[in-house]
DNA sequence: AGTTTTTACTTGACACTGTCAGGCTGGGTT
DNA sequence: AACCCAGCCTGACAGTGTCAAGTAAAAACT
């Protein structure tokens, strides 16, 4: 795949730098030497080091949106199973943008429209299921818990995993996916 | 409660920028200017930056130890409920701890056996609960997929509600504990 | 076609950061 | 009396984000 223009060579060093040494220690000097540009090239496609995080979650929510969407395909029984797989596989499988996408000091929802709407569009796939598997007659609440309850497990999950220190402390993971769907069976969620 | 020496007043202040700002954003040349003294007095205290983050998440993970703790001093069939509430409640009330303690590129784990003895501590009472519950007779693979699901839900929980993406895609939350609870009725682990 | 505007950079400067090196000073030990 | 050392300070360095001002070529417009 050709990277098209500086703009994708930062962006794509940028994530890879996320993945694997965390935020806080990204230079965009340094992305931009080692690209071969001069120090403020990167300023011209990017408003500010903060741009920078913000371009990166815009594309996380994106792709994790699409994730959820397709989990939703399976039969309303399976869906819940997918959804947390789907959610803890983007996770693992994109750290350089997960790190980012809920960190509110690398990138302000609050005041991001735009930023806020690719991330509602993802959830809404999750509220949506949880809507149809309790059915209309639910109340509004068991609704709001459910789904806090799904995106908290798969959330805590997904850190947990990437972060560390499941896997020091519960001991290694030999197959992740059956790991995945025993946590889910243990808990009562799907 | 009087401060005792420069140790704490950076340690505190760090805490509350961390838990204001985020972590990236901290300074020790500006803390110690805050707190009269020039920029090399608290390099005496810690050996560098990460010195800090590390000393937060000591602090950490040994007041999440004590708030664990105390929760399993409920009966057998509230324990769960109480290691949840107590997980979430510790997340809110110490926003600047814990989000230092798993970020693996503020404090590495791996290469800092005091730090991990002390998370181990923390988590230790949770593993030992579901081991109680779940009965000697249950196999491993049990017991570690329903600790992690117990460890992902709370930890998930207490994230998205600190990194704010919950009460903007949930709605606002009248009463947390209730709300706690319900999310954890919600899921079978309670 | 010629002129202007825009794009995609560059160079230079500034304040701020963590950190290394080398001081100083006063209380405690030997 | 000599020494040590905890607890600070001053000074310097490279690296950082960001503002300001330039440049050269492509694109757009008249």
Known sequence: MVVSGLRDTI????VDHVAEHGPDTLSL???????????????????????????????????LGQSLHQAVSAPIDQQAGALLEAYVEFALANVGHFRVMF?????????????????DA??????????????EASSINDIR??????WSLAH??????????????????????AF??????QSGLV
Chains 1, 2 share one sequence.
Do not use: W
């Open 145 to 150: 818990a459910r789904a806090a309850a799904m």
């Open 29 to 63: 000097r340094r992305l931009a030497t080692d690209a071969g540009v001069s120090h403020q090239a990167p300023y011209h496609h990017f408003a500010d080091r903060q741009g920078v995080f913000r371009a990166i979650a815009l594309d996380g929510f994106t792709r």
């Open 156 to 177: 805590g999950l997904a850190t947990l995993s990437i972060e560390g220190p499941l896997e020091e402390k519960i001991g290694p993971i030999a197959n992740r996916r």
């Open 103 to 119: 960190r509110r000091d690398l990138c302000d929802m609050e005041n991001d429209p735009e930023l806020r709407t690719f991330a």
């Open 122 to 135: 993802a959830f809404d796939t999750l509220v949506e299921h949880v809507r149809a598997r309790l059915g």
């Open 11 to 14: 962006l794509r060093a940028a």
């Open 180 to 185: 995945i769907r025993s946590v889910a069976t």
